[in-house]
């Protein structure tokens, strides 16, 4: 990487302008940067007839904590290459790369500025009908068509060795299964929440749970996964979803995509009881998302198995009745990955603005006190569920 250099406003509308096709010669172009995520800067490039595009550039540090925490410029290549990747595969759902360059860490992305970001949406009360089935579609797919099931054994481990991104597994290794379990300098919460975080330290059969869950997080590389797909990674509109910012891809346990999706739904649940005042309202915003995430579970799980039936190259995984076993698994797991995205998004380093935007103290309190107790049930009970119908009364049980 040694012609990287940081750019600014100017260097970007110059790098578009010269190094890309991407508008004509006479374009009128105009750049700035605002970029508000956790690690990389984000500059709109557009010219005078409001075509635009988004230049993404990693810096060699996460831009949250600041230049004493580095950061690998490789996550440009590895969040390029998931999109890519899963844009064969989901042409519909995953934001389009325009070009690549990996000695400067740049992506450019097509310019998703007409839809808006899901997590805005929700705390706004929004919602979208269409949402489950093309996340769930999204999922089961891109986990399909990126595992042992579909693929050869050979291209899976060349694939494996492609999307080894180990600077950024190690934050989330960190992040959802060991900060928020002990006490960590990057722990961050209200004095009011100190007694229930201390009994979650003291809970060793959560511990045991969280363990097993990080096991099959560092050993089971089972599909490419996005890495990161909270409701911030995902744009919508009326009719579409576009999922954007793979960086901390790669190939995974699948139950952890779909249970950072579920645990961001859940963690809006719980802000709502802040957010939306009227009852009615109150109970149509927690009605959808409970909706939404039993309709994700089950048409992840219908997909998959359909995907499995038609599509299994592997002759011992073709045995019958061996995809059903491994869903069901994968939806354990999905459930117990749940538990922790809320837990580290309420007391860890990286917290949610649903829950934090809440400006009554107690309510906001409250929010995280719910969303804690959840996150500590899931874990515990997940693994016991014989079935997508007993996690989701599991969940109902949990939340009414
Ligand atoms: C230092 S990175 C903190 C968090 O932001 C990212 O979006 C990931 O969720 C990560 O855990
Ligand atoms: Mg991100």
């Known amino acids: 990487m040694t012609n990287y250099t940081t750019l600014d406003n100017a260097q970007a509308l110059e790098y578009v302008k010269t190094q890309t096709q991407l508008f004509s010669d006479d374009a009128n172009l105009t750049c700035y940067e605002f970029g508000d995520g956790n690690l990389n800067l984000v ?9 635009s595009v988004i230049l993404k550039q990693a810096l060699p540090y996460a831009r949250c904590v600041g230049q004493s925490w580095p950061l690998t410029l490789d996550r440009a290549r590895i969040e390029a290459s998931v999109l890519k990747k899963h844009g064969e595969i ?6 389009q790369v325009l070009h690549q360059n990996n000695d400067l860490a740049i992506t450019i992305l ?19 009908d269409h949402l489950a089935s093309n996340i769930s579609h999204y999922l089961a797919h891109t986990s399909f068509f990126t595992s042992d099931f579909y693929l050869e054994p050979q291209q899976k481990k060349a694939l494996v060795s492609e999307f080894t991104n180990p600077e950024l597994c190690a934050i989330t290794e960190g992040l959802f299964f060991d900060d928020p379990y002990r006490v960590c300098e990057r722990n961050n919460f209200a004095h009011g929440l100190k007694e229930q975080v201390n009994k979650l330290h003291q809970n060793h059969a959560l511990k045991l749970a969280v363990a097993q869950l990080k096991g099959q997080f560092l050993c089971s ?12 990674s995902i744009f919508v509109d009326n009719k579409h979803v576009k999922v954007i910012d793979p960086e901390f891809g790669f190939f995974g346990p699948i139950g952890f995509d779909l249970g950072s999706f579920i645990g961001n739904l859940l963690l809006n649940y719980c802000a709502q009881n802040a957010r939306a005042k009227a009852l009615p309202q109150r109970r149509d915003i927690h009605a959808y998302l409970l909706k939404c995430i039993q309709t994700c579970v089950s048409e992840f799980e219908q997909t998959w198995l359909a995907l499995a039936q038609t599509h299994t190259q592997d002759l011992a995984l073709q045995t019958t009745g061996y995809a059903e076993l491994f869903v069901e698994q994968v939806l354990r797991e999905a459930f117990g990955f749940c538990g ?3 837990i580290r998004r309420t007391i860890g380093l990286a917290h949610v603005a649903d829950i934090d935007g809440i400006e009554d103290e107690q309510a906001k309190l409250n929010a995280q006190s719910q969303a804690l107790q959840l996150g500590e049930q899931l874990i515990l009970q997940a693994p016991h569920c014989k079935s997508k119908e007993d996690l989701s009364q599991l969940l109902l049980s949990l939340l009414l």
């Open 340 to 342: 922790t995205e809320l």
């Open 221 to 232: 590389a089972q599909a490419l996964l996005h890495g990161d797909i909270h409701t911030g």
């Open 90 to 95: 989901c042409p519909d759902t995953t934001v």
């Open 110 to 128: 097509e310019d998703l500025g007409h839809m808006q970001i899901l997590r805005s949406q929700l705390c706004e009360g929004k919602t979208f």
């Open 43 to 51: 500059f709109r490039v557009a010219d005078q007839h409001q075509n």
